[in-house]
């Protein structure tokens, strides 16, 4: 069965940085298009971060809010799927989930939690002003 398991979160000064992984397993990770979603209290599950890989190549893409400030990578061989984010705001305090569809899919898909098929637990960022 498949499981993803995030690590990483915590408690940051604005400005700071932090990064977050995703261990995953019982996939075939290369086949899928992996991503980070955040959820602040009150507020919809949105889109942070996708990486995909395909044909031996792999890529991103971001939401306008986090770019510049935010780098997805994964590593095939670790099934591992990292968040550096750097410049940390305020608003940018959410739960952060882990999710995992099998590829491919269009890039405009891969923003709509809708389309992922496994979720992480969830890992807190709270950033402090």
């Known amino acids: 069965q498949v499981q993803l398991v995030e690590s990483g979160g915590g408690v940051v000064q604005a400005g700071g940085s932090l990064r977050l992984s995703c261990a995953a397993s019982g996939l075939t990770f290369s086949n899928y298009v992996m991503a980070w979603f955040r959820q602040a209290p009150g507020k919809e599950r949105e889109f942070v971060a996708a990486s995909a890989w395909s044909w031996g190549l792999g890529s991103t893409h971001y939401a306008d809010s986090v770019k510049g400030r935010f780098t997805i990578s994964r590593d095939n061989t670790k099934n591992t799927v990292n968040l550096q984010m750097n410049s940390l705001k305020p608003e940018d305090t959410a739960v952060y989930y882990c999710?995992?569809?099998?590829?491919?899919?269009?890039?405009?898909?891969?923003?709509?939690?809708?389309?992922?098929?496994?979720w992480g637990q969830g890992t807190l960022v709270t950033v402090s002003s």
């Open positions: 999710a995992a569809v099998r590829g491919p899919i269009t890039i405009a898909r891969r923003s709509d939690p809708k389309e992922y098929n496994y």
